[in-house]
């Protein structure tokens, strides 16, 4: 399934996840939605303040924390990454750009520290 259109729906339930999170003692780093043109799909990408060596051991934590989260509209973590700060997206654009709380901004057609990106809604991001 093409899923190259981000929805208002899916825009909302990824703010309301990050709040949830930090709300719930997962300290969110950054957080951003990022369009896989090869997949023709985006994907919520996150990552943590607190540094693991088993970033599986976060979807775990995750997966407890919003099992508890009765009928809150969060999004579904099959469409969750979770990534380790230092190497990943959220590397290349750090002090690019910064945005804090639960603001949202569209950044689209960009190429920043060598990675293109075609188009991220970015939820989260120190400066």
Partial sequence: MVENALVA????????????????????????WLY??????????????????????????????????GTQNLLDLSRVDIVDPDRSIFAALKGVIGVEGNNRVRFSRNRINGVYLEDAMIYRLPA
């Fill in 36 to 69: 896989d043109s090869d997949a023709e799909r985006w994907r919520f990408v996150i990552a943590f303040k607190e540094a693991r060596k088993d970033i599986t051991s976060f979807y775990l934590d995750v997966a407890k924390a919003t099992s508890k989260a």
């Fill in 9 to 32: 729906e899916d825009i909302e339930a990824a703010g309301q996840l990050v709040s949830f999170l930090d709300d719930h003692g997962l300290a969110v780093r950054g957080a951003l």
